[in-house]
């Protein structure tokens, strides 16, 4: 049958192999019934993306979270991640949005895309020459932001109408005490769970190995799998997080 893939299985420390076996079916149970849909959603989920035009969103006086976007190139993928914050999360919450531009000066494409957008900042590092890359960059946005709760994203992500109510709950639940000044609240940081375009999963957090190589744990595996689905605790957050405003934290050292 043309849908049936390669399985892939996950070997679990604990068990006599009964949870290995049930893994294995439930991925050709899912390949039979939804392989066609699935291969259906690709084509659609494959189609171009929208061509930048003008857009304009709006700064709360008072922000609540402060989304910090990094843009060094692929200027359709920056209005799309912008298109989607003002679809569904602009219009609930109170937000302002800061733009690192860490682009080539010759980009005149992300130059004139940049231009058409309004009702945001736009950091520029002062030296051109090389890219800052993420952290520096990141830390300059982080030093202008004003929002309780700080939205680091990659330029090519694109949010859901969930995943921020999500990840507020999560951060201010119980577990974490935002009236601490040392910094010892159990929640200090909250990762999303990523996806392709493909629908496949990018990652549902990571762990970091003894040895120091690290694995995005659930990489292009079903999003819908049942161990993807609950919070956890994780060694990494994605590069798409929602870390807290720590008092404690020096604004030069966010990252």
């Known amino acids: 049958m043309r849908y049936i893939e390669k399985a892939k299985v996950c070997v679990f420390p604990r068990g006599d192999g009964v949870a290995v076996l049930k893994k294995i079916k439930d991925k050709i149970l899912h390949t039979i019934f939804f392989g066609p849909l699935d291969a259906i959603k690709r084509s659609r989920i494959r189609s171009p993306l929208p061509k930048p035009r003008p857009i304009h969103l709006v700064t709360a006086p008072n922000p609540q979270i402060s989304l910090l976007i990094y843009i ?86 694109q949010l859901s109408d969930r995943c921020l109510p999500n990840l507020l709950e999560i951060i201010t639940s119980g577990d974490y005490d935002r009236d601490r000044s040392d910094n010892s609240g159990r929640i200090g940081l909250v990762g999303s769970k990523l996806t392709f375009e493909n629908s496949d999963l990018h990652n549902a957090g990571g762990a970091i190995w003894q040895d120091g190589s690290v694995w995005q744990y659930g990489y292009r595996d079903f999003r819908g799998e049942p161990e993807y689905n609950y919070v956890r605790a994780i060694d990494f957050c994605p590069a798409i997080r929602l870390p807290s405003r720590c008092p404690a934290l020096p604004s030069s050292e966010w990252l």
């Open 72 to 157: 060094r190139y692929n200027h359709v993928h920056a209005y799309n991640c912008l298109l989607s914050i003002k679809k569904h999360i602009e219009p609930k919450f109170p937000i302002e949005i800061i733009i690192i531009n860490d682009g080539e000066s010759s980009d005149k494409k992300l130059a004139k895309f940049l231009s058409q957008v309004s009702g945001v900042q736009i950091v520029t590092p002062e030296t051109s020459a090389t890219s800052l890359g993420y952290l520096k960059a990141f830390n300059l946005a982080a030093e202008k932001a004003q929002g309780k709760f700080l939205w680091f994203l990659d330029q090519d992500c």
